[in-house]
């Protein structure tokens, strides 16, 4: 096959990986229709997808039981100098690295079809396209970047003869001898997920998931453009994006972190319970924010689509995400299988059908002590399909944010909502985020874990730097023009175990009260902790009062609590070292005093 470009680094760089991995063939992806159907109709020959008869053009795919998460623990950032990767992240040498990874990737591709795949992240119509290139050897992460990214030949149109790209090379580590039949899904038992911050480059080997094989998503538009972002002085984060109307026509656009599967899908897809607001979409899981010529902060999600977890996803808590999927060309990983060819997980409906075929493909009834899909199972849906997307989620230019949202999961001591005292106080809310963990990442479930910005497992360098950049970049801009922060935690649960909040639609009434703050029109007490509304002044209309919800003891800043997470902040900030900025030592010196 002759190349479709005369990008002289690119061709240089495919051949030496194809030198390298042996594959039977190189196959140039050109991203459209009649390359995803070839591609779907292989992995459906293979045993990878089941084609579903109930949603056109998806498909159903269960992976290996031991590849279904990102994996932290073997994910690298490989700085030159180790300082600059800092104590969150695992670091090793970038030739060390480079020597062993090579032996991994010799002859890896053997028996398989190499895929070279150009991708934008973000607007194809930017000033400065940020580009990148995947090679890889799964049909699975062609057909998934299809969906996730601008691929194909509009994205190989900008490279013309010699832009920069980040070059990112995958392989799921499982070469095959001649006559060996595959397996549904190949993948290593070793895997690595390495980033080469000084050469924008990624090496990822042996898992085919998402979060380890799409390399667009998390280590490109998170890991690396954090890098990138920095020197550059804007900000990479793990963000949602939403527009929010209210019933007299005011836009606001507001941002939000949450850690994986705390609800950033859900609140970017969400309807509102308060009549009269709208609430439409323009990413759910990263933006990058940028200073306008007006010196407001502008957000643009780089990617093209959703990947978001299925379990808890249903008519009653994400409709837009089930109208999304509900039109096709989507695919599922590690849900159940239905006898009719549709898909199903917990969640997805009140009742379970009365007979499934589970993510571990075994046989599955309502009895069955297992759950019929892995809860980090995912959907993977075009972000075109959604009808909640606002028409804007394509403008190069991106949307001016009004406030940014910081959340957790913390089952005590974090209120609702706080808005912060200002953006240095907000970026300490940040910086000491914390969540139990979910089955976002492998390891344990439900431990409480620092997760500044919900960055921890995202920062592409050291996190003391990066809270630095935090605080530096609320000094480049006029105060009155940095969005508002705000702390919000969906998650508080009463002594029985039971949500104190109701979440989901009736989050709008929080981002309500957040848009009044902002045009001075709604009240709040000045507690220690910032400034907190009283029940009365979140409009709690049409909610019903004598439900099991206690929105005063969601509220609720509870002091002795509060003096028990200050032991808790301050091991955390020993952690980030001498690179911690000074500022958030005052903050935390001036919580402690006003708590006293
Ligand atoms: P990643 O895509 O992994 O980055 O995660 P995410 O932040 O997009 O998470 P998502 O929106 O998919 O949230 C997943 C989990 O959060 C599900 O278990 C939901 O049921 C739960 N969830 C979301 N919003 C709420 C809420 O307002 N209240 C409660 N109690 N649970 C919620
Ligand atoms: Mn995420
Ligand atoms: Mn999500």
């Known amino acids: 096959m002759t190349a479709p470009t005369t990008h002289q680094k690119l061709l240089e760089w495919v051949s030496e990986v194809a030198e390298l991995t042996t594959p039977d063939r190189v196959v140039w992806c050109d991203g459209s229709p009649l390359e995803w159907r070839r591609l779907t109709d292989k992995l459906v020959q293979a045993g990878t997808l089941v084609r579903l008869d109930k949603k056109p053009n998806s498909f159903w795919c269960a992976s290996d039981p031991t590849d279904v998460a990102r994996v932290e623990d073997r994910t690298y950032i490989c700085s030159a100098d180790e300082a600059d990767a800092g104590p969150t992240n695992n670091w090793m040498d970038p030739l060390d690295m480079k ?21 934008c992240m973000g607007p194809l119509t930017a000033d400065k396209p940020l580009l990148g290139v995947e090679i890889t050897d799964s049909e699975y992460v062609v057909i998934s970047m299809h969906i996730m990214t601008r691929t194909g030949s509009d994205a190989l149109a900008l490279f013309g003869e010699d832009a920069d790209f980040v070059r990112c090379l995958h392989s799921v580590g499982a070469p095959l001898k ?15 997920i390495s980033h080469f911050p000084e050469e924008r480059t990624i090496w990822s080997y042996g898992s085919g998931y998402g979060g380890n094989a799409l390399l667009g998503k998390k280590c490109y538009s998170l890991r690396i453009a954090s890098v990138m972002a920095r020197e550059e002085g804007w900000l990479a984060e793990h963000m949602l ?30 309807e509102p319970s308060i009549p ?28 093209n689509g959703f990947f978001g977890v299925a379990p808890g996803t ?85 949307v001016p944010i009004s406030a940014i949202f910081f959340g957790g999961r913390r089952a005590t001591t974090v209120p609702l909502v706080t808005e912060s005292f200002d953006w240095q106080h907000g970026v300490f809310m940040g910086a000491t985020l914390s969540s139990e963990t979910t089955a976002a990442a492998a390891g344990e479930v ?41 702390y919000v935690n969906w998650f508080r649960r009463g002594d029985d175990g039971r949500f104190l909040w109701p979440g989901f639609s009736e989050n709008s009434r929080v981002l309500k009260w957040a848009v009044d703050r902002i045009e001075g029109h709604a009240t709040a007490f000045q507690t220690p902790i910032g400034w907190v509304p ?14 099991h919800f206690d929105i005063r003891q969601a509220l609720a ?28 030592h005052d903050e935390l010196e001036a919580l402690r005093h006003r708590l006293d």
């Open 99 to 119: 020597v062993i990874m090579t032996e991994q990737y010799r002859g890896s591709m053997a028996g398989r079809t190499m895929y070279v795949i150009p991708f």
């Open 178 to 192: 001649p006559g060996q039949t595959d397996v549904p899904w190949p993948c290593d038992r070793t895997k690595y």
């Open 241 to 270: 994006i939403l527009k929010l109307t209210s019933p007299h026509g005011t836009v606001h656009y507001i941002a939000a972190a949450f850690p994986s599967a705390c609800g950033k899908t859900n609140l970017a897809m969400l």
């Open 276 to 303: 009269g607001w709208k609430v439409e979409t323009l990413g759910d899981d990263i933006a990058w924010l940028r200073f306008g010529d007006d010196g407001r902060l502008y957000a643009v999600n780089p990617e």
């Open 314 to 398: 249903g008519w009653n808590t994400n409709p837009n995400a089930m109208r999304t999927i509900a039109k096709g060309n989507s695919i599922f990983t590690n849900v159940a299988l239905t006898d009719d060819g549709d898909v199903w997980w917990e969640g997805c409906t009140d009742t379970p059908p009365d007979y499934l075929t589970s993510w571990r493909r075994d046989d599955w009834t309502p009895a069955s002590e297992d759950l019929s899909s892995h809860p980090n199972s995912r959907y993977c849906t075009p972000i075109t399909q959604c009808p909640a997307t606002a028409p804007e989620w394509d403008d190069p230019q991106g």
């Open 446 to 486: 439900g431990v409480v874990r620092r997760d500044p910005m919900a960055m921890l497992p995202f920062i592409g360098y050291h996190a003391g730097d990066y809270l630095q950049h935090w605080i530096d970049t609320g000094k480049r801009a006029d105060t009155a023009k940095l969005p508002k922060i705000f």
């Open 534 to 547: 009283g029940a009365k002044a979140l409009d709690l209309r049409g909610l019903d009062p004598s439900s």
């Open 557 to 584: 800043v509870d002091h002795d609590e509060w003096r028990a997470e200050l032991p808790l902040i301050e091991a955390w900030f020993a952690t980030i070292g001498d690179k911690l900025p000074t500022a958030l």
